[in-house]
């Protein structure tokens, strides 16, 4: 199972920007697809994931400015990002967790999200 994110690059403070990663592989289907992120010095933290079934679920640091989607039909989990803040420069990896006979999960490659002026 292969995970291709895209959309990250440099955006002002409070600019948006959409991410996409797509699942590809041998699979018989997606249990949830989320993002994580990492900036330098800190570690890893949870941002957003949403269920097959469309329930969504958030960082605290993000409600309200992060929408997380997922096409099913394409496998593509999205992650709209508005009103960016200095804070929310990382890379961003998407994740999958997916039904092949057992769950697995698997993770992306991550794309770099910066916010500055």
């Known amino acids: 199972v292969q995970l291709q994110a895209s959309g990250g690059g440099l955006v002002q403070p409070g600019g948006s920007l959409r991410l996409s990663c797509a699942a590809s592989?041998?699979?018989?289907?997606?249990?949830?697809m989320g993002w994580t992120r990492q900036a330098p010095g800190n570690e890893r933290e949870f941002v957003a994931r949403?269920?097959?079934?469309?329930?969504?679920n958030y960082a605290d640091s993000v409600k309200g400015r992060f929408t997380i989607s997922m096409d099913n039909a394409k496998n593509t989990v999205y992650l709209q990002m508005n009103s960016l803040k200095a804070e929310d420069t990382a890379v961003y990896y998407c994740?999958?967790?997916?039904?092949?006979?057992?769950?697995?999960?698997?993770w992306g490659q991550g794309t770099q999200v910066t916010v500055s002026s």
């Open positions: 994740n999958a967790n997916v039904n092949r006979g057992y769950h697995a999960s698997y």
């Open positions: 592989g041998s699979f018989f289907n997606i249990n949830h």
């Open positions: 949403i269920s097959f079934g469309g329930n969504a």
